[in-house]
Each structure stands twice: as structure tokens, then as C-alpha cells.
């Protein structure tokens, strides 16, 4: 195995390795320590340059962005003005078309209310020189038929009589015939 006294020795012989080397490792950490500020002072630097140089664009663009805005809102106000006439034109354009088509719907109805008209006056004209006929028929032919009811009555009175006096001839014959 190993020996007690030879491995004492081995570690205070790195001990004091390590301690040699300190120093120089302090110095190694403190010189990247102080090379990565130096970087991140570079880097913060440059940012603040672009943030610095996207201000002053942005200061000098804003005229050109406010003017472009500017016209977008005059051509989008423009364009709406535009179709606002456009559909006042159309709505008086209809209103127009709409009273034209009243005008001519009412002239319809009204010839249509005339035609009716002078349809019933035609046919209650019709009717009444047919009722006309028919009591001119009734007042030719009122003679004639009153000529045959009483032809009629005339029969069926003699057709009574005939009657009355065959009964009055059977029962005088009843009477007359003795009794069996």
C-alpha cells in the first residue's frame, strides 16, 4: 500500500502547487472578468448607438409617416364621401322610379276601375233590356194565357158540373130504383 508519510507529503506538495498557482489563477479569472465587462459595456454601447439611431430615423421619418397618414385619412374620407353621394344618387333614383311606378299603378287602377264600371253598367244594361223583353214577352203573351186559364177554370167548371150532376142523376136514380 501506499505509505503514510509519502502521501502527506504528495498532498502538501499540491497544497502549496495550489497555492503557487492562485495567485495567477486570480489573475486569469479577474483579467476574463474584466474582458467580459469590457464586452458588455461594448454591447450595451453599440445598443444604445442602434436604440440612439432608431430614435433619431424614427424622429426623422415621423413627418413623413404623419403626412402619409394624413393623406390615407383624406383619400379614406374622400372614398367614403364618394359612396355616401353615390348612394344618395341611388336612393333618389329609386325614390323617383318608385313614385314613376305609383303614378302608373295608380293609372292602372284606375282604368282598371273603369273597365269594371262600364263592364256592370253593360251588363245591368244587358240585364234590363232582357227583363224588358221579358215583361213585353209577358204583356204579348198575358192575353193568351189569361184566355187559358179561364178556358182551363171553364173546364174544370164544367168538368164539376158534369160531375155534380151525374152524382145528382145517380142519387135520383138511387132514389128513384126501390130498394132491393
Not at 497555492?19 to 495567477?24: D, G, I, L, N, Y
Not at 393623406?71 to 323617383?96: G, M, P, S
Not at 192575353?143 to 142519387?171: G, V
Amino acid at each position: 500500500m501506499r505509505d503514510p508519510k509519502d502521501q502527506a507529503a504528495k498532498e502538501a506538495k499540491r497544497d502549496e502547487e495550489r497555492r503557487e498557482e492562485e495567485p495567477a489563477q486570480l489573475a486569469r479569472e479577474q483579467t476574463r472578468r474584466e474582458t467580459d465587462l469590457v464586452r458588455e459595456q461594448a454591447v450595451q454601447k453599440d445598443q444604445a448607438a442602434k436604440e440612439a439611431k432608431r430614435d433619431e430615423e424614427r424622429r426623422e421619418e415621423e413627418p413623413a409617416q404623419l403626412a402619409r397618414e394624413q393623406a390615407r385619412r383624406q383619400t379614406d374620407l374622400a372614398r367614403e364621401q364618394a359612396i355616401q353621394k353615390d348612394q344618395a344618387a341611388k336612393e333618389a333614383r329609386r325614390k323617383e322610379k318608385r313614385i314613376e311606378e305609383e303614378s302608373a299603378q295608380l293609372a292602372r287602377e284606375q282604368a282598371r276601375r273603369q273597365t269594371d264600371l262600364a263592364r256592370e253598367q253593360a251588363i245591368q244594361k244587358d240585364q234590363a233590356a232582357k227583363e224588358a223583353k221579358r215583361k213585353e214577352k209577358r204583356i204579348e203573351e198575358e192575353p193568351a194565357q189569361l184566355a187559358r186559364e179561364q178556358a182551363r177554370r171553364q173546364a174544370d167548371l164544367a168538368r164539376e158540373q158534369a160531375i155534380a150532376e151525374d152524382q145528382e142523376a145517380r142519387r135520383r136514380k138511387a132514389r128513384n130504383q126501390p130498394p132491393e
